[in-house]
Structure formats: C-alpha cells, structure tokens
T-cell receptor, first 111, second 114 residues
Framework: GDSVTQMEGPVTLSEEAFLTINCTYT??????LFWYVQYPGEGLQLLLK?????DKGSNKGFEATYRKETTSFHLEKGSVQVSDSAVYFC??????????FGAGTRLFVKA | DAGITQSPRHKVTETGTPVTLRCHQT?????MYWYRQDPGHGLRLIHY???????DKGEVSDGYSVSRSKTEDFLLTLESATSSQTSVYFC?????????????FGNGTRLTVT
C-alpha cells in the first residue's frame, strides 16, 4: 500500500546550518506531496506542497522538489534558525479522504 | 489560524471508562477528521466526516465512535477506554478534498488511560 518514510531524528544543527530532511514515498497513481510542521504544544500546520512531478514547493525559506524518478520529496533550508525547532512531517495525498503521514522528524537548532 | 478548538486539552482516565473528546470549528468547513499521534507512527486517521450525520471509518477505527450533529462539532468517543488508546488526539478540518484543500489542525488532546 501507499506509504511515507522519513529519516529518523532527532536532527540537531547549529544556527545558520544547512538542513535536509529526507522523505521517500511509495504510491500508486500520482499523489500530491506535503510537508507539515508541528511546533511544541500545537497541531500540525501546512508548510509547503507540490502536486505534480518536478514541482517545487517553498515557504519561509524551506523548499522541497517532487522527484518522481526517485520517489522523493526532501525538505531543505539553507540557513536554519532556533525558531525552526519543531517536528516535521512528510505526507502524501492519494485521493478521497486519505492523507498518509510519515513518522515525523524532530529538529533541534542550537544558538 | 483556523478556528479549531479541542476540549479537553488533557485528560487522565481509567481503563474501562467512557471518554468523549470534542472538536469545535468556526470555519464552516464541511470535512472534519480525527487522528491519533503516536511515536514512530506519525498521524493515523481514526474517523472522518463529510457532512452533518455523515461519517466513515479510517484506518484505526476499532474502539472509537464519532458523531456530528452540527457542522461545527465533531465528537470522538471511546466507549471503554484501554491503555492502547493512550495517545495525542488531533482534530482536523478541510474545506474540500483534493490537492488544494490541505488539512488544518487543532492543538490536540493528550489522553492518558491508566
């Protein structure tokens, strides 16, 4: 069945470091891909999305490119801040009411 | 921020007792969802609703029931709580379904079953 695999965390970086969080997926058809972010004590919020192959989603300095050939949607940011500390979820939408979430990757950014 | 309120925010209950969690939205969105979040599993769909009195099961619906008597309220009931239902529960809403209708989440209810 459809699934999402994220790199295990936690990921610990210093401020201004480059961030990559890997996400790969398995899906039939042509899913849409999302990154959600969860700050402490809050629910998930949409960070960015891409709806077809080669699309790049971007928001708040984060980017991810929908790569069909490698079934990947890796999240990147050129220079992280302490305020980026959160849990990041990769997700895919295949239709209907079903959004499948990865296990989440916790990011800690040190000042 | 989407107007979604979950209550209670925290609850401790004993095995075998009934528990009801409430989700209230002020966005007038048609679709509402209940997810549970557990370490290593991400979020898993329990039940969802596509209108008043219209609900269906998600992937982990055993032991849970839901009701939606008004557009703004979606209730999740654990008829007889078990320790395996200790989790963080999130309500979500969406305006539609599809690529351009992302989910908006409440802040969660942390439930502990002792």
């Amino acid at each position: 069945g459809d699934s999402v695999t994220q790199m295990e965390g936690p990921v610990t970086l210093s401020e201004e470091a480059f961030l990559t969080i890997n996400c790969t997926y398995t899906a039939t058809g042509y899913p849409s891909l999302f990154w959600y972010v969860q700050y402490p004590g809050e629910g998930l919020q949409l960070l960015l999305k891409a709806t077809k192959a080669d699309d790049k989603g971007s928001n708040k300095g984060f980017e991810a490119t929908y790569r069909k050939e490698t079934t990947s949607f890796h999240l990147e940011k050129g220079s992280v801040q302490v305020s980026d500390s959160a849990v990041y979820f990769c997700a895919l939408y295949t239709g209907g009411f079903k959004t499948i979430f990865g296990a989440g990757t916790r990011l800690f950014v040190k000042a | 921020d989407a107007g979604i309120t979950q209550s209670p925010r925290h609850k401790v209950t004993e095995t075998g007792t009934p528990v009801t969690l409430r989700c209230h939205q002020t966005e007038n969105h048609r679709y509402m969802y209940w997810y549970r979040q557990d370490p290593g599993h991400g979020l898993r769909l329990i039940h969802y609703s596509y209108g008043v009195k219209d609900t269906d099961k998600g992937e982990v619906s055993d032991g849970y029931s839901v009701s939606r008597s008004k557009t703004e309220d979606f209730l999740l009931t654990l008829e007889s709580a078990t320790s395996s239902q200790t989790s963080v529960y999130f309500c979500a809403i969406s305006e539609g379904t599809g690529n351009n209708s992302p989910l908006h989440f409440g802040n969660g209810t942390r439930l502990t079953v002792t």
